[in-house]
């Protein structure tokens, strides 16, 4: 049995052919990360997550794809763009990320305890429809679908009075821009281009 280093040691890199899928899917030229670490040294979840940046960057190049499509890591990332900032041949991990997500969902591979697909999918429906996210609304029906409804309760007469939340959505012009600029970030799944 091999452990995790003798993996993700550098004398194995390869070019599976999962990591030539994903590299086009994202953009990310992931070839040329020489795992420095700059990534996770500056990852403000790294220390918490289950596979570090330049981990997961590691297991696409080793072909590891069950173990980085079931991984928490590629659904706590919050895209803060530390990571290509840091990086010296800028290596786009947000944009593999989010190849990721797409292909942990394609595959059934999303972790039972992560409720960020839920929220990417009302936030995402939210913007498609009205152009902007409304607060309250996607509050309410993320609370609903985690079925998770008294946890934040408390907060909410404070952000309604300081008027962090608005009680009527309001609506953003350009519904048909919207929806060609989704079939355009779709890409080939969703048969248009």
């Known amino acids: 049995m091999t452990s995790a280093a003798q ?17 086009p899917a994202s953009g990310a030229k992931l070839t040329l990360c020489f795992q420095c670490q700059k990534c996770t040294s500056g990852c403000p979840i790294a220390a918490t997550a289950d596979i570090k940046p330049h981990e997961l960057v590691r297991l696409v190049q080793l072909g590891e794809r069950d173990e980085v499509l079931s991984s928490r890591m590629i659904w706590e990332c919050t895209s803060c763009q530390t990571c290509v900032t840091r990086c010296p041949h800028a290596v786009d991990l947000p944009a593999m990320i989010d190849a990721l997500r797409r292909l942990s969902r394609d595959a059934g591979k999303v972790t039972a305890d992560s409720t960020v697909p839920v929220f990417n999918d ?28 008294f946890q934040d309760i408390g907060k909410l007469p404070a952000m309604l009075r300081k008027g962090k939340l ?4 309001a609506f953003v012009r350009g519904r048909s821009e919207r929806a060609h600029t989704f079939r355009r970030a779709e890409g080939p799944r969703s048969g248009k281009r």
């Open 166 to 169: 608005n009680l009527r959505p």
């Open 7 to 23: 993996r993700l040691a550098p004398s194995r890199v390869g070019s599976p052919p999962w990591m030539e899928a994903v590299e």
């Open 122 to 149: 009302l936030f995402l429906t939210a913007v498609r429809r009205m152009g902007r996210v409304y607060e309250l609304g996607l509050m309410a029906a993320f609370k609903l679908r985690t079925r998770n409804l």
